[in-house]
């Protein structure tokens, strides 16, 4: 007959642990707990506590960040998760130095870090820095749209709304009607349905009450367009967001990503689907950022990527303001692609397009007439604008142009108008721009850009910078959607998702951490 060794549950064992040993050089807890024990300077987190003289000692916000950090690496996004690991798993044991806080306090630290958390992401930025992470040569920008903690439900405009708040408050009638009505027929009802009758009449009168009183404190909200888009009732400052995980209630979250080790620069959420006025917010922060490094000039003359939702006469602006050498290709921009067999048109290639030098002529022509993007219209060069007449127009050679007129009024008495009309007898300039050649146009140019095989190839880099941090983020740590509601609780746990991809890449590549490994 086989024998066994006896074993028994109901038994104690004491078992010596070294928390310091949990916690081995290479790995990312050991990172961590290197980083935000060592190199980081967290005074800053002082000024929260009054307790100095009077009151309970309160846990170090090192601790906290640890946990919070290591958490996210694993997947971990909720309070109470956090709680429960720093009482079972000894990885977290070792980060808390075997203190539990419970989820309340990890909450509240989390929420109420928006003046802590621009300065301790700098300072880990300042830390790739110095590992020799970031190259400084291409900078790539795109956004991650997220569910926010908040139902979409719940959206709609204020007339929407109001429809709502009425069809709720016509349900609650009913069914006190038919709480009273089965009152009369059964006097012998149990307490339990009454309580039960009661409790679906509260639920219903509390979502009435609701919708009434966030029509009553807050405004309807206006699009880029100038009309009323949806608001939402349990997060008003998020949106409703079309991806490709279908449509969803939340934030677009930004982040601008460094080519040599898809360091993160610059994260950012915005409440809005469209990604056409994000740049500027973007290239500006991680001008701060790099700035507090020690960069000089940080973005001028910098390579930036982004794909074609950021395809705006706003953002190239912005682009150009900041001096930045940008890669924005326009929505068809693949369709003009000649190694795509479905272009489906013939086209001269835009590499061999004919360079164009100032000399002097007798009247304007095309070259001295400014496209204002923002109005539409050509700008003469008496400052007059040019209204378009036809957009189809055609010539005899089978190219397309849009046709622009000038006002009768603004070529009668103009002073330059022996230099603009060839014929005495003209009433006003006519001017033909062929499609893609609006002289001026900051639209026109970035697809001139776009279009040569040099551009190509530099914005052929997007994929493989930016991309894969959104995928560690949503795939690896499991960031699939915020936790907080509002702009700013938002913007902090969207920082920090950044801040610990960004340690995760000093644990595989930084110079100290990869001795320490070894």
Request: net charge positive; with cysteine; hydrophobic share 35%.
């Amino acid at each position: 007959m086989a024998r066994y060794k006896h074993y028994d549950y109901d038994q104690l064992m004491m078992v010596p642990v070294s928390l310091e040993e949990q916690l081995v050089p290479g790995t990312l807890e050991y990172a961590i707990h290197h980083i935000v024990e060592e190199r980081l300077d967290v005074s800053m987190f002082d000024d929260r506590y009054c307790n100095d003289d009077t009151g309970r000692t309160a846990i170090s916000p090192k601790v906290l960040i640890k946990i919070v950090l290591f958490g996210y690496s694993r997947g971990l996004i909720s309070s109470r998760s956090l709680e429960r690991a720093c009482r079972e798993n000894i990885t977290f044991m070792a980060l808390s130095c075997g203190q539990k806080p419970d989820h309340s306090t990890i909450a509240a630290f989390v929420s109420s870090m928006d003046r802590e958390i621009e300065s301790l992401f700098t300072k880990v930025l300042l830390i790739c820095e110095q590992e020799g992470l970031l190259s400084g040569t291409h900078f790539s920008l795109d956004g991650l749209k997220l569910s926010s903690n908040a139902s979409k439900e719940w959206s709609g405009t204020f007339a929407d709304l109001k429809k709502k708040q009425q069809a709720l408050d016509r349900k609650v009638k009913e069914v006190v009607r038919e709480h009273r009505a089965a009152d009369e027929r059964e006097h012998g009802r149990s307490v339990s349905d009454r309580l039960r009758w009661e409790k679906r009449i509260k639920r219903l009168q509390k979502k009435v009450d609701r919708i009434e009183q966030f029509l009553a404190e807050n405004e309807p909200k206006i699009g880029a367009g100038g009309k009323e888009i949806q608001s939402n009732v349990t997060d008003n400052e998020s949106a409703k967001l079309t991806s490709s995980h279908g449509v969803l209630q939340g934030y677009n979250a930004n982040a601008l990503v460094d080519e040599k080790h898809q360091i993160v620069v610059h994260a950012a959420a915005f409440g809005k689907g469209e990604d056409g006025a994000n740049m500027e917010p973007m290239l500006e922060g991680a001008k701060e950022k790099l700035q507090a490094i020690g960069w000089e000039e940080p973005l001028k003359e910098r390579q930036i990527s982004a794909d074609s939702g950021y395809y705006s006469v706003k953002n190239l602006e912005a682009c150009k303001d900041q001096g930045v050498d940008a890669y924005v290709p326009d929505p068809q921009f693949r369709k003009r692609d000649v190694r795509f067999s479905d272009a489906g048109r013939h086209r001269r290639s835009v590499d061999k397009r004919k360079e164009r030098y100032a000399s002097k002529k007798r009247w304007f022509s095309v070259e001295d007439f400014k496209l204002d993007d923002r109005t539409g219209k050509l700008i003469c060069p008496a400052g007059h604008g040019l209204y378009i007449r036809n957009r189809n127009f055609q010539t005899a050679d089978g190219y397309k142009a849009i046709a622009y007129q000038a006002p009768k009024t603004a070529c009668r008495d103009c002073r330059l108008r022996s230099k603009c009309l060839r014929n005495p007898n003209t009433v006003s300039r006519q001017v033909h721009v062929f499609y893609g050649q609006r002289p001026g146009s900051i639209t026109d140019e970035m697809k001139q850009k776009i279009d040569t095989a040099e551009g190509r190839r530099i914005y052929s880099k997007r994929l493989g910078i930016v991309e894969p941090v959104f995928g560690n983020i949503r795939a690896c740590k499991r960031m699939d959607r915020f936790t907080v509601r509002g702009q700013i609780k938002v913007d902090i746990q969207w920082m920090l998702y950044c801040l610990v991809h960004n340690i995760g890449k000093i644990t595989n590549f930084g110079k100290s951490y990869a001795m320490a490994a070894a």
